[in-house]
């Protein structure tokens, strides 16, 4: 398969419960390349809730999408995150909770995140000589957020705003909803994925994850953080 665009995720064990509600929650698996049915019995639109983060599966990121630079290759990508994850340890923290984060809903780290932190500015330093700088255009679509000035210069050195000190660890779980809707649906994921969630929860590997040309995202390969 090709790929237009890398990224390096967090992807939950697919053996989990909680993984695999998750997936089926915003209908898409990244491990098997596979649209999932969305949960039964929600009372709500649950397609329409998840439309937005679905393609990118049930993942938090660790190196945001990009293009592979001129002069590199996937293979060369592929042993630079071997290398990254064997020098690394796993990271364990208290637990997940689901929580919003703005207007949308997400799974955040419980516990100390100094290390989950250490790992993310890992990934986005020591492999970004694999990423092709953003163009004009994509710098002008992030600016219109209103970035701060530490995020725009994230953006200018790094390729996207919201890494290093302004990274925050989230498994997305809905699109942007209104007040009503972000109510309704963290009540009905409290109720179901919330007993199933870790404690402890236990970081235990990285993906290599690519964008092929359907606009989905899929797995390429897992490496166990194993220093």
Known sequence: MTFLRY??????????????FG???????????????HPEGTGLDVAVLTATPRKYGLHATMKPPFRLAEGQDADALHRACAALAACRPAVMLAGLEIARLGR??????VGDLTELNALAAACVTELDRFR???????????????LTPAQDAHLTRWGYPY??????????????????????AQALLQDRLGPLLPVPFTLGDLALVGEAGD?????????ALSR
């Open 7 to 20: 990224a390096i995720y967090f992807l939950p064990p697919a053996s989990e419960a909680w993984t695999g």
């Open 23 to 37: 997936a089926a929650w915003l209908g898409w698996d990244v491990e098997t390349g596979q649209e999932l049915a």
């Open 215 to 223: 606009g989905r995202f899929y797995l390429i390969h897992r490496y």
């Open 132 to 146: 092709a700088p953003a163009t004009p255009q994509e710098l002008e679509r992030r600016r219109a957020a209103r």
């Open 163 to 184: 890494v290093l000190d302004q990274f925050r660890f989230h498994i997305t779980l809905t699109g942007r909803l209104d007040d009503d809707l972000l109510a309704r």
């Open 104 to 109: 949308f809903l997400a799974l955040r780290p």
